[in-house]
């Protein structure tokens, strides 16, 4: 299911830290809890999302990237996919191709015929991952590495068929509880030798395999509900992430990187942050 290419394709990703730059968003403007899918929606769903409030977190975090020097590409949001917004989960760049996933909730199916329409349009090369359940969100690269939790939203044969299209990487499965919701919920890679992690949610024989890679840097569980975790590196040890996770952002700092804060309090409160709200297309 290869699809349509430029010659010089314009998709490239090899990493979660690489200089980051470009990237495509979808504007929060239809963004409402609906049908809750996981245990933060459940906390907000009687007072739902300020769709105005989320916009404007939106255009902040959009300025924010751009003065950074990453070109945003934008998604058009449609009135049917209130979870449109987080355009890591439709989608992720390995090399040259964007895979397009397969939603396992029946309020985000859909998203990837959306998705499927704007790469034709800008011609960058895609493949469907068809019949086998992804979500971006599990899905961690790390050069020759992927990582790819997995969960309900992402099945076993789904990562023997990444297996099988990349043959040159080492696809390593992880377990994680999966009430977390995606792998980038609770773990993070940052540079080449550190990453967040919210060890509660991962047994001892994962913490321990993570550890002889990285260093790793502890989430506590208030941070980590409020998305502490997904953050999203840009690159030269530049970090998005929000104010109100405090702790975090003193690890970070103590840790040599330099924290860009914007307030993405009303974004959250469907469950995704930073990473869930971008999907890379050329990191360098």
Known sequence: MTSYAKEAPFAWCRSEYDTLQSVL???????????????????????????????????QFVKALQENGVAVELL?????????????????????????????SSIRQGEEAELEKWLKSQQIRFE???????????????????????????????????QEKLPRFNVVPISFDEKYLHLDCVFNILSP??????????????????????????????????LGTNVLSIGNRRVFSQPQNKKVNHLLKKHNFNVIEVDFSEIIKSGGAFRCCTMPLVRK
């Open 193 to 226: 030798t550190e990453a967040l992690i919210f060890p509660e949610a991962l047994d001892a024989g994962t913490i321990k395999m993570l550890a002889k890679r990285y260093t790793l840097l502890k989430v506590n569980a208030e941070e980590q509900f409020a």
């Open 128 to 162: 469907s991952l068809g019949c086998n359940r992804v979500e971006g969100g599990d899905v961690i690269i790390d050069h020759d590495t992927l990582y790819v939790g997995i969960s309900s939203r992402t099945s076993k044969t789904a990562i023997q068929e990444l």
């Open 76 to 104: 058009q949001p449609s009135e049917q996919f209130p979870e449109q917004v987080f355009t890591r989960d439709i989608g992720f760049t390995v090399d040259d191709t964007v895979f397009i996933g397969e939603m396992a």
């Open 25 to 59: 968003v979808c504007p929060p403007h239809y963004m409402e809890i609906k049908e809750v899918i996981n245990d933060v929606q459940k906390r907000y769903q009687k007072e739902n999302i300020d769709t105005e409030k989320a916009t404007q977190q939106h255009k």
